[in-house]
């Protein structure tokens, strides 16, 4: 009975997900991005491995844009830089369960991207939720919808109403990364 007490305490304690009602995410306006939060670099160097960029926001090929460029290396069982995002400033969970997908302006080199998502579900560094993009030379807007989403290393189904963190993904290959981002929303 107190167990069972205490599973109902936790769960009615636990923060509720923040309903997204303006669907835009980032358009680069500056340091920030339309929720309040910044995007950051990370790399395959938090387990070792030997990838290095950098993000910056910049004027790329006429637009505003946050810039991630690099090597990635396979090295040390390394294979990725990353542009991650929270979508809370208070590191909680957003409600997308309104939308239908992300939508993704984007200029690169030519390489597929990924992009992974993050839920309440997440529990290992190395799960996610993928979907990939190609990139061309010139601005290209995608939608990709969450019924498309693919489950990594996880037997959990996609639930956008627990959604956390969006990373932009250069992954599984030695590589030059160089991927712009213009804008970002939910459609």
Do not use: C
Request: charged share 20%; aromatic share 6%; no cysteine.
């Amino acid at each position: 009975m107190l167990k069972r007490t205490l599973v109902a305490l936790s769960l009615a304690l636990a923060p509720e997900a923040i309903a997204m009602q303006d669907p835009l995410i980032d358009a680069v306006t500056g340091p920030e991005t339309a929720l309040g939060t910044v995007w950051e670099l990370v790399s395959d160097q938090v387990m070792g491995g030997v990838s290095s960029g950098t993000l910056v926001t910049e004027d790329v090929a006429g637009r505003p844009a946050r810039h991630l460029t690099g090597q990635v290396s396979l090295e040390n069982n390394g294979g990725f830089l990353q542009m991650a995002l929270d979508l809370d400033p208070a590191a909680g969970a957003v409600d997308a369960s309104g939308f239908s997908g992300i939508e993704l302006t984007v200029r690169g080199n030519g390489a597929d991207y990924n992009i992974h998502l993050r839920t309440d579900d997440i529990a290992r560094p190395w799960q996610s939720y993928r979907l990939t993009f190609p990139t061309t030379a010139d601005w290209t807007t995608h939608r990709l919808p969450f019924a498309k989403v693919e489950a990594h290393r996880l037997e959990v189904p996609f639930d956008p109403a627990t959604l956390r963190r969006i990373g932009l993904v250069a992954i599984g290959e030695a590589m030059d990364a160089d991927l712009a981002l213009a804008r970002i929303a939910f459609y």
